[in-house]
């Protein structure tokens, strides 16, 4: 199979993964981006710049519901803007293994965070609320 | 949680321009796994209101904890 093929394959799974088990795009991305043979900055930038449209389309989608405060997401987004820049700056000054082990650790998180709230989570409701973490 | 995207779309935007400008964003991988995701993320949001096993969700925690392992060796 072509590499477009396995990234497009790769990206649909992520995106499945992702909404169904409400973790984060980037979680799923940069796994996905290192294996079609990325250095982990340029699977960690890529999978930031992938994230986008993901999270355009469900931002939109919840505003038929009504549910998207616009004003304080300006806020909150805005606010976050420039330590953006302080990770991307800290991203690209770490060595390439580094960054990889790092990420690892966050995985493993992740990975128990999830595990504990479908363990502690009521029988009717097994898997965790979306709410927790969206995707993106 | 909605406001929550809205928000995360700014710092998505923000984080990715910052990378592009250090050089390291692929835009064809991001292109071609980013807009399939989003069909992707529709399918995921309607199993999720569909499937209640724990069993699935706790395999994809070790789905994740393999690949943590992996990515650290």
Do not use: C
Not at chain 1, 51 to 61: D, E, Q, S, T, Y
């Amino acid at each position: 199979m072509s590499h477009e093929l396995i990234a497009v394959a790769l990206g649909v799974l992520a995106g499945t993964l992702s909404a169904l088990f409400g973790v984060g795009g980037g979680i799923i991305f940069v796994p996905t981006l290192i294996f079609l043979g990325h250095s982990a900055h340029v699977a960690v930038a890529t999978s930031l710049a992938a994230m986008v449209p993901v999270i355009a389309v469900g931002a939109w989608r919840q505003t038929r519901y009504g549910t998207v405060h616009w004003r304080d997401a300006l806020i909150v987004g805005a606010a976050s803007v420039p330590m953006t820049k302080v990770g991307e700056v800290v991203a690209t000054s770490i060595a390439n293994d580094t960054l990889e082990r790092i990420f690892a650790v966050m995985l493993v998180i992740v990975a128990l965070q999830l595990a504990w709230r479908t363990l502690h989570a009521p029988a009717e409701t097994a898997m965790p609320d979306a709410n927790v973490s969206p995707p993106g | 949680m909605a406001t929550s995207l809205a928000a995360i779309l700014l710092t998505a935007i923000a984080a990715a321009a910052s990378h592009a400008q250090a050089g390291n964003v692929a835009w064809r991988d991001a292109a071609l796994i980013g807009i399939p995701a989003v069909g992707g993320a529709v399918l995921g949001a309607w199993a999720h209101q569909r499937i209640t096993a724990r069993n699935v969700t706790l395999a994809f925690a070790a789905f994740l904890l393999i690949t943590a392992v992996k990515l650290a060796l």
